[in-house]
């Protein structure tokens, strides 16, 4: 227990940087993370070119690597319109406050051990805060404003509920992507990053903490607004979401926040459940030197990029969701799955605390298995009995329609509009007088 | 808050003026929360003013309130807010009708209470002084408030799973009138945007 | 104090980052005026007028903000209580049970009452 405490309190590698050092760093995670959002759109679209049976963008440098570069250059001579009855302020203000705190996250990513740099030992990582999680996620809070300003300083309707379904979505997603943390919290003691990635010397919390792992998985996509879950921008309906109104490097800014963000749930799974930047058992096994010196920083890219091609996965995997199949998702099943798990965890770690006897084990996990059991039974029943009563209610919906197709209280249009062509089919089909009729009636011909 | 002797409000160290420049800046902020006429711009200066007062937890090395701070005032009560002013569509531009006729009545009200907060507050700590910078960096860590909150506050901390409870069942009693499945529910709320 | 100065630093480069797109935005581009192309994009048609106070948005939206907040709530308390578990032991985890069990009345009476149905 004591060394829980001393872990938790030991930052003094921290904070102590000369300023050069803290410059160095500074330029390399902003360039880490410009690079990474470059390389990140050219592998989306090769990876998604190829599992889609065609090339992808080849032409801009080797292989196209130049692509995303590209596309910035495009984006940056563009015309900068600014509707006329928007807030100009927020408008303007909104993409900034998009893409700025998405770059701040990063702050915290421990990307390896105290390596020497000129002479002067140090951690591969920016800095480390006795509460670096919350850090990341006050920054994923300020991020929605980005969305919701957005959305409301645009003045088009279309663009208002893309920023509110998007920060809505955001949000939930952020409850249940934060109630995953906790288990992680409950096992290393601390929030702060470093600290996490020392308590996982020996196991990963992934493998320790599988749900918490899953269910944050299927958060940061949610939270990143990504497909499957990219229904902001689903075009079919929204146009573009938040940023429809938006052009030239505004567009690009929000287009860059989305990829840091990415990056950042993309860092924070490293860190949080996939042991940081040390190696995967079979290299650190065989080569006792692979976390120590610069090595880390690989293992933490590699990491990274994997958890990121998930990603581009998912976008080739998967189709949209609905947006309210979404908000079902987050609030039914997610948090309520990653409250229990947390109850759980926690019982089983206070039982180990206190040196728990098989018997009282025993009990207790009986206990547990008993009251899932009862809460499963009840829960099935409930579900039946709602399925049945969903089954009525269709079957008499659908009596009332058939009746009078207008007794739900939708507009059904009229089928036989003369704009339709049916003044040729009702001079083809006029042999049946009952519809020609009703065709005249609703189209006053 | 015992004198001591190594430091005093006559010679303020560095913290301590980042301390009292965050106060105006939140101060200001506030000002202008009150007084400008667009109702969006209000609410972001609220966030400032918010996230001074962060700042100000933080000088004072109370490092998780700082960022629960930025994490439910700017991040969530704010966010409430705007999303409150956009379902009821604010205009974009100036509203007119923001100021009523009690204007005089709250500023005297406001300064009064002001008044009496400084007075009460600088007479209680006329002679206190903790140097800032003698907190350690633990102090105002998680764990350090989670051992205090879950040992010698815990029925605080119980009474307020009961604030929650009630804050949730007002917020549905507040937006759904009726009681039964949601299918009627959604029938009659009608005018859905986009569903 | 001294482990939020890089923060500040990476905040200021990447504020300042912004502000240089912002700025490319509004010289680098080509400017020619069409009054259509300042309209608000409806897919093309025109922008239907918005009524003045009204065409609101569903109350969901706010019962979802409202919700977050509790919930953010009872995650802020949650951290320090992971954090400092294994000192508290089984009256800390006593404690939280009877704070959870607590909220999740509330959200079980959330969810019969149709609070979390979005259609």
Not at chain 1, 41 to 69: D, K, S, T, Y
Not at chain 1, 136 to 158: D, E, H, K, T
Not at chain 1, 178 to 199: K, R
Not at chain 1, 424 to 436: C, F, K, M, S, T
């Amino acid at each position: 227990m004591s060394t829980h405490v001393l872990a938790a309190e030991d930052l003094s590698g921290f904070g102590t940087d000369p300023w050069w050092l803290i410059v160095i760093k500074v330029l390399f995670i902003f360039v880490f993370l410009v690079l990474s959002v470059l390389l990140t759109m050219w592998a989306e679209r090769r990876i998604l070119g190829r599992m889609q049976l065609r090339l992808g963008p080849n032409r801009h440098g080797p292989f196209g690597l130049l692509q995303g570069l590209a596309d910035g250059l495009k984006l940056g001579v563009k015309e900068d319109l600014v509707p006329k009855n928007v807030d100009k302020w927020v408008y303007i203000l909104a993409p900034a406050a998009a893409s700025a705190p998405a770059f701040i996250s990063f702050a915290i990513m421990p990307f390896g051990p105290q390596v020497s740099i000129f002479g002067h030992q140090t951690h591969l990582q920016l800095t480390d805060l006795p509460v670096a999680v919350l850090l990341v996620l006050a920054m994923a809070s300020m991020g929605v404003y980005g969305f919701v300003l957005a959305g409301w300083a645009s003045g088009s309707p279309f663009a208002l509920l893309g920023g509110l379904r998007s920060s809505a979505q955001v949000i939930s997603y952020e409850i249940a992507m934060a109630l995953t943390f906790v288990a992680v919290f409950l096992y290393a003691g601390t929030l702060s990053t470093s600290g996490i990635v020392d308590a996982q010397e020996r196991l990963w919390f992934a493998v320790v903490l599988i749900p918490s792992f899953l269910i944050y998985m299927v958060t940061m996509v949610g939270e990143t607004n990504r497909i499957p879950f990219d229904l902001p921008e689903g075009e079919g309906e929204l146009v573009g979401g938040y940023h429809t109104e938006y052009s030239s490097m505004k567009f690009a800014m929000f287009f860059l926040a989305e990829y840091v963000n990415m990056s950042t749930v993309c860092g924070l799974s490293v860190t949080l459940f996939l042991g940081g930047w040390r190696a995967p058992a079979p290299i650190s096994t065989i080569w006792p030197d692979a976390n120590t010196g610069w090595w880390p920083m690989l293992w933490f890219i590699a990491k990274f990029a994997m958890v990121m091609f998930i990603f581009i996965w998912l976008r080739a995997a998967m189709p949209r969701v609905r947006y309210d199949q979404l908000m079902k998702l987050g609030w039914k099943v997610l948090i309520p799955v990653s409250i229990v798990w947390i109850i759980v965890v926690a019982t089983m770690r206070a039982l180990r605390n206190a040196e728990a006897t098989t018997t009282t084990w025993l009990v207790v996990v009986g206990a547990g298995l008993a009251a899932a059991l009862v809460a499963l039974y009840l829960w099935d029943r409930a579900a039946e009995k709602r399925r049945e009563a969903k089954e009525t209610a269709k079957e008499q919906e659908f009596a009332t329609l058939k009746a009078k197709p207008t007794a739900g209280g939708f507009p059904v249009p009229p089928l036989r509009a003369a704009h339709y062509g049916s003044a040729v089919r009702d001079a083809l089909e006029a042999p049946r007088p009952e519809r020609g009729t009703s065709a005249k009636e609703v189209t006053g011909a | 808050m015992t004198v001591l002797a190594e430091g005093s409000y006559a010679s303020p160290t560095g913290q301590e003026i980042v301390f009292v420049l965050l106060g105006v800046v939140t101060l200001a902020a506030a000002v202008l929360v009150v007084t400008t006429r667009r109702l969006v711009h209000a609410a972001l200066w609220l966030v400032v003013a918010f996230g001074a007062l962060a700042g100000c937890y933080l000088v004072m090395s109370a490092e998780l309130v700082a960022w629960v701070q930025v994490l439910i005032y700017v991040g969530a009560v704010v966010v409430l807010l705007l999303f409150g002013i956009m379902l009821t569509r604010a205009p974009i531009g100036p509203s007119t009708d923001l100021d009523g006729a009690n204007r005089p009545a709250a500023v005297v009200v406001a300064v009064a209470l002001a008044g009496v907060l400084v007075t009460v507050i600088v007479d209680g700590f006329r002679t206190a002084y903790v140097p800032s910078a003698r907190a350690s960096s633990g102090a105002g860590s998680a764990e350090t408030i989670g051992a205090a909150l879950f040992r010698d506050w815990v029925l605080p901390f119980e009474a307020l799973s009961v604030l929650l409870l009630a804050a949730l069942i007002g917020a549905i009693v507040l937006s759904r009138r009726e009681i039964g499945p949601a299918e009627t529910d959604a029938r009659r709320g009608g005018g859905e945007g986009e569903g | 104090m001294e482990l939020y100065v890089p923060i500040l630093v990476l905040a200021a480069l990447s504020a300042g980052f912004a502000a240089v797109n912002l700025l490319i935005a509004a010289v680098a581009g080509p400017k020619r005026y069409n009054r259509a192309k300042l309209e608000a994009y409806e897919c093309g048609i025109e922008p239907t007028p918005q009524p003045v106070g009204g065409g609101r948005f569903p109350i969901k939206y706010y019962l979802t903000a409202m919700l977050f907040i509790v919930f953010d709530i009872e995650i802020i308390f949650l951290y320090p209580w992971a954090a400092s578990f294994d000192r508290l032991g089984i009256f800390g985890l006593v404690e939280m049970v009877l704070f959870i069990v607590t909220v999740l009345v509330a959200y079980v009476y959330i969810w019969r009452r149709g609070g979390l149905e979005w259609d």
